[in-house]
C-alpha cells in the first residue's frame, strides 16, 4: 500500500503564486499616507454608507439572490438590458466566474505582458494556460494580441486603462482587437478604472458587448465609487454568458449591505463627478511634478501612476525612504516594473505629502 499523503491539490494550483496586495500598513504608531490600492481618496458617497448602516436592521436576511434592485439601477444608469447584468464580489470574482465557465486543461487565455495579474491567477487555477503577449510603449499590442491566438485561445483579459501602466486603448483598436478573434475566443474588458478616463476615443466595452456575442465588460464599485471593503462589481455579457455565469456563482455571492450602499452610490452622481474633477486635475499636476524632479511618469487614464526610477535612485531605496516618512506607493516588481512604483491619486495633503517626499529623495530642490 502507498505511503499515506495528505490532500493534494489539483495539478498546476501550487506553481501559482498568490496575489500580493500592495502594503497597506507600517510597523508604529502615526498616520499613514496609504497611496498603494489605487482607491479614492474621497472616499465613498455618504449616502452609500448611510444606505449601508440602514442594512444593519436586516442581518438575519439573505439578500436579493440575484441583486436584482443593484442591476436594475445600473440597468438604468446606463441604459442596459438587466438580464446581462451578473454582480460579483468584486470584479475579482466575476474574473474567476470567466475562467471557472469557459478555461480548462488545454485551453490558452491570453493578457498582456504588464496586465492585472489576477488574469494569470484565474487562467491557472482553472488548469488552463497562460499566453502573455508583448506591449509596446506600456501599452497593450493589438497586433502582438493576435499573433499569439491559436486553436486553443478561448480567453483574452484587456485592463482597459490597465493597471499598473494606467495606459489605455482607444475604441478604435478595441475594435479591431475584437474583429480579429475568433468568435468562439471570449473579450474580457475589464474597465475597472472607466469612470475616471476623460479621453473621447475611449469606450468602456457597454458597445462591444451590445453587438458582438463574445466581449465581457466587467466593473468595480471599489475605485471611483469608494467601496473597496464591500466587494462589489459587475459584469455585463451576452445573454449566454450570463446564464453561464450564473449556473456556477454562489446563490447569495453579493451581500444585502453592498446591494444598498451599491444603489445609493450609484445614484449620488455629484459625488463620482467631484471624484473625476479632483482626479483629473492633480494626475496631471503630480505627473508634471514628478517629471520636473528627474522621474519618468507613464502617461496615465487612470487614478494613478507609473513612476519610473533612473539607475542613479533605485525603486527599491524610495520605498524605503517613504516608508520612513510613512508614505505608501505600491511595489510593482512582479508586474515586470523592478525601477518603477505605482503611486494612487490622493488628497491634495497626501500628494503634497509624497511629492515632499519625493523631491527630498531625488535629491532636487534643495
Ligand atoms: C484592472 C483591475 N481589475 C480588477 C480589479 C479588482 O477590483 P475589485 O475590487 O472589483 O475586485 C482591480 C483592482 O485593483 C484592477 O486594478
Redesign the pocket.
Known sequence: MAAKRGPTPRPGILDIAPYVPGTSALPGAGKVVKLS??ETPLGPSPKAVEAYLAEAAHLSRYPDGSAAPLREALADRYGLDVARIVCG?????L?NLLAAAYLGPGDEAIYSEHG?L?YKIAILAHGATAVVAPETDLTADVDAILARVSDATRMLFL?N????TGTYLPFDEVKRLHAGLPDDVILVL?A??AEYVRANDYEAGIELVATTQNTVM?R????IYGL?AL???WAYCPAPIADALNRIRGPFNVTGPSIAAGIAALNDQPHMQEAVAHNTAWLGTMAEALTGIGLTVTPSAANFLLVHFPQSKSAQEADKFLHERRIILRRVGEYGFPDALRMTIGTEQENQAALKALTEFMGAGQ
Request: aromatic share 12%; net charge negative; glycine share 8%.
Open positions: 490600492s489605487n464580489a468584486g470584479s475579482d470574482e474574473l492585472f489576477v485592463a486603462p490597465n493597471n499598473p475589464d475597472a478604472y466587467t468595480t464599485f471599489s475605485k473597496a466587494r462589489l462589481g
